[in-house]
Every structure is written in structure tokens, then in C-alpha cells.
């Protein structure tokens, strides 16, 4: 068991150009989420996949977010013309699912710093 | 929609001596999750405890226990000895039991702990 794996870790790029994170989760678990943190403040769920299906997204993704779950394995968010505001840490994070997955792994995080 | 409040921004504490954070939480749910996550300045969120709803029994991990008090909906953490390691920002979460967003975690602000030597 390697944990819940994210990179890049940092991220810095210019306002207008697009990022993408991966995230591989724990091997047997088949849900996967993200989560965005700001400076401060407590995560906030962004989205999560059950295998490769994405079930859930939150207000918070907007139409320039994309995550993907190709095969059910790892998990790509894209932020595409990125803006200042989204500078966060995003947080991935795996669980198997209820009953058994009622606790959630996450990994380091990547942050994403747009200038 | 589930809300979850820590009320303390911030605590401080002397190394050997415990403390408790507090968390009050809001839900129409009556099966549910509770876990205290903490998280070091190395940022990565680590699980301190997780408590069951419908199990009236505290959980306890080590130094670490709570105190459920479904009816007030209520659920703090105490860290007894408490250690330099312990410094950290310690969330509150909340996990529905089952449907469409089981398993989404709700958090709450964060209790920045200092443990001082």
C-alpha cells in the first residue's frame, strides 16, 4: 500500500494557461475524489468517480474544471484558463466504497499557484 | 445540506497536558459519519479518529477520544499527553451514511494546535 499519490506537488503558471494534476489512488480502492483547499480553510469537495464513473460534482466546478477517470485507475483534473482565484492546494483522495470505505485516504496534494 | 463548525480558530497547550476541540455540526441525518482529520504543516490530512453515528461508545485511538453527544450534535476531541508532534491544523468532518453523496466528507474550518514545549 504506496498511498494515495498526487503530482505534480507544485505548480506555478501564468494567468490564461491550463494545468492538469494526477492522482493515483490507493490500488484497491475503487472511489476517488477531489477536494480543493485555500489558505486557512477547510477542503471542499469538488468531485468524486466510482470507478470510472464520475457521480457527483459540486457547484464549485466550474465549466473550466474537468476530471476525468479513464479505466477506473487514476484520476486527471484539468483547469483550463486558469484565473488568480484558483490558487489552492487540490487534494485527491480514495476510499473503497460504503460501508467499508467510510474512511477516505488522502494524498499530499498538489498547489497550484497562477500568477 | 450538512454544516460543521469549529468554533476555536485557534488553541495552545503545554507538552504532557490535554486539550479538547470542540465540533458542533448540523444534519436531519440520523446514520452518519464523524472524523477528526489533522493536518501538519507537511499538509498532507491525516485521520486522527472516526466515530459512528448509531455506536453510543466513544471512540479511542491512543491519546486521542471523543465525545458524541448525538442530541446536542456535538463531537470534541480530546488529545490527552499531548505531544510536540501533535502541533497541527485539526478539522472536523462529517460523512452521510449512504446515497447520492455518502461518502462526500463536509468539513469544518480548523482548530490550529500548538503544543508548547
Known amino acids: 500500500d504506496t498511498g494515495v499519490s498526487q503530482n505534480p506537488r507544485h505548480k506555478i503558471t501564468k494567468r490564461g494557461q491550463n494545468v492538469t494534476f494526477r492522482c493515483d489512488p490507493i490500488?484497491?480502492?475503487?472511489?476517488l475524489y477531489w477536494y480543493r483547499q485555500t489558505l486557512g480553510q477547510g477542503p471542499e469537495f469538488l468531485t468524486y468517480?466510482?470507478?470510472?464513473?464520475?457521480?457527483?460534482k459540486s457547484r464549485l466546478l466550474s465549466d473550466r474544471f474537468s476530471a476525468e477517470r479513464p479505466k477506473g485507475s487514476f484520476s486527471t483534473l484539468e483547469i483550463q484558463r486558469t484565473e488568480q482565484g484558483d490558487s489552492a492546494m487540490y487534494l485527491c483522495a480514495s476510499s473503497l466504497p460504503l460501508p467499508s470505505g467510510n474512511t477516505i485516504y488522502f494524498g499530499e496534494g498538489s498547489w497550484l499557484t497562477v500568477v | 445540506a450538512q454544516t460543521v463548525t469549529q468554533s476555536q480558530p485557534e488553541m495552545s497547550v503545554q507538552e504532557a497536558e490535554t486539550v479538547t476541540l470542540s465540533c458542533t455540526y448540523d444534519t436531519s441525518e440520523n446514520n452518519y459519519y464523524l472524523f477528526w482529520y489533522k493536518q501538519p504543516p507537511s499538509r498532507q490530512m491525516i485521520l486522527v479518529i472516526r466515530?459512528?453515528?448509531?455506536?453510543?461508545q466513544n471512540a479511542t485511538e491512543n491519546r486521542f477520544s471523543v465525545n458524541f453527544q448525538k442530541a446536542a450534535k456535538s463531537f470534541s476531541l480530546k488529545i490527552s499527553d499531548s505531544q510536540l508532534g501533535d502541533t497541527a491544523m485539526y478539522f472536523c468532518?462529517?460523512?452521510?451514511?449512504?446515497?447520492?453523496?455518502?461518502?462526500?466528507?463536509?468539513f469544518g474550518e480548523g482548530t490550529q494546535l500548538t503544543v508548547n514545549p
Open positions: 466515530q459512528e453515528a448509531y455506536k453510543q
Open positions: 490500488s484497491e480502492h475503487n472511489r
Open positions: 468532518a462529517f460523512m452521510k451514511h449512504r446515497g447520492a453523496s455518502g461518502s462526500r466528507l463536509t
Open positions: 468517480f466510482q470507478n470510472e464513473a464520475q457521480l457527483e
